[in-house]
């Protein structure tokens, strides 16, 4: 006798771990290790995302295998309300439970794409251009500064950003970097006194 479950055959097929719903996920074929790291190798707060954004499709009325069209109406019922990168997770959360089901994945197909694309685009928004520290603005923020050592580290961070035309986030990178250096070569209290 023949055994009716084959790989070919996805109806007839033995079901895959499903690691999506259940925290814990479905790993009775597996080894005890092997089983805990495939546990381990989603985060707590990852499955938590996965696992309510697959109750918010379900809730919307979608179902596990969906097909492009059902996702792309999804997307188009949502893309006033959500944004852009929530609808992107969520396609993900999508993605990756198919994946886990063994299924044909529609949010790689050219429907959903393009949809996606449409969104994106009808609802791009122009960053917001920060206005430049001018340098008699410096120059009062310099007056302003005290005369400790946190407050001579800020003056010369400042100063450099100033003067090499950096962005706020390379100033904070730099100041990181020198905060490290800063708490490595500490200077002796007495060494600070004049």
Known sequence: M???????????????PVLVHDSAGDCRDLSKAVASYIRD?????????YQSDLRHF??????????????????AAYADSLSVTTLIRRL???????Q????SNPIRSELVRATLRGIKRKRRRTALQAK???????LLVLDAMG?????????AILLIGFAAALRRS??????????????????????LQD
């Open 41 to 49: 190798s989603l985060a707590e707060n990852t499955r938590r995302a």
């Open 58 to 75: 379900e809730v919307w009325g979608g179902s596990l295998p969906a097909s492009a069209k059902t996702v792309a109406a999804y997307l």
């Open 147 to 155: 005369s400790g050592l946190k407050d001579l580290r800020d003056r």
């Open 170 to 191: 390379d100033g904070r990178a730099r100041r990181g970097r020198c905060r490290a250096r800063a708490t490595r070569y500490r200077p002796a209290p007495e060494a």
């Open 132 to 138: 430049p520290l001018l340098r008699d603005d410096l």
């Open 2 to 16: 023949t055994d009716p479950i084959t790989s070919d055959n996805i109806h007839l097929s033995r079901p895959k």
């Open 100 to 103: 886990l089901h063994g299924l």
């Open 92 to 98: 993900a959360s999508l993605s990756k439970a198919h």
